[in-house]
């Protein structure tokens, strides 16, 4: 992994694992969340699974995921945080 795979965060945020990319945007102001989520799904080498973390449901970042053939939904997480499974639709998952 690489520091040009996403500039708008440190490489520890970003990370790959069995069930996909994973990005973590807690703690981060808006509209830094939702910049480096499209950021992520927008690359051609994402695959079709991401999963975020974050500190609150982004109810804006939906309608964008939509629009670009992305589906939600929400996931068991820890106290403190929200965790969303992205999928492109179409993909199975």
């Given at each position: 992994?690489t520091?040009?795979?996403?500039?708008?965060?440190?490489?520890?945020?970003l990370w790959?694992?069995?069930?996909?990319?994973?990005?973590?945007?807690?703690?981060?102001q808006?509209?830094?969340?939702m910049?480096?989520?499209i950021?992520?799904?927008e690359?051609?080498?994402?695959?079709?699974?991401?999963?975020?973390?974050?500190?609150?449901?982004?109810?804006?970042l939906?309608?964008?995921?939509?629009?670009?053939?992305?589906?939600?939904?929400?996931a068991?997480?820890?106290?403190g945080?929200?965790?969303?499974?992205?999928?492109?639709?179409g993909?199975?998952?």
């Amino acid at each position: 992994m690489t520091a040009h795979m996403n500039d708008a965060l440190a490489v520890d945020k970003l990370w790959q694992a069995q069930d996909g990319w994973h990005i973590d945007v807690r703690g981060l102001q808006a509209p830094g969340p939702m910049v480096a989520i499209i950021g992520l799904i927008e690359r051609p080498d994402v695959g079709s699974c991401v999963v975020v973390h974050h500190d609150r449901e982004p109810f804006f970042l939906y309608p964008e995921l939509a629009e670009r053939g992305w589906r939600w939904r929400l996931a068991p997480a820890p106290a403190g945080e929200v965790r969303l499974e992205l999928s492109r639709e179409g993909s199975g998952q």
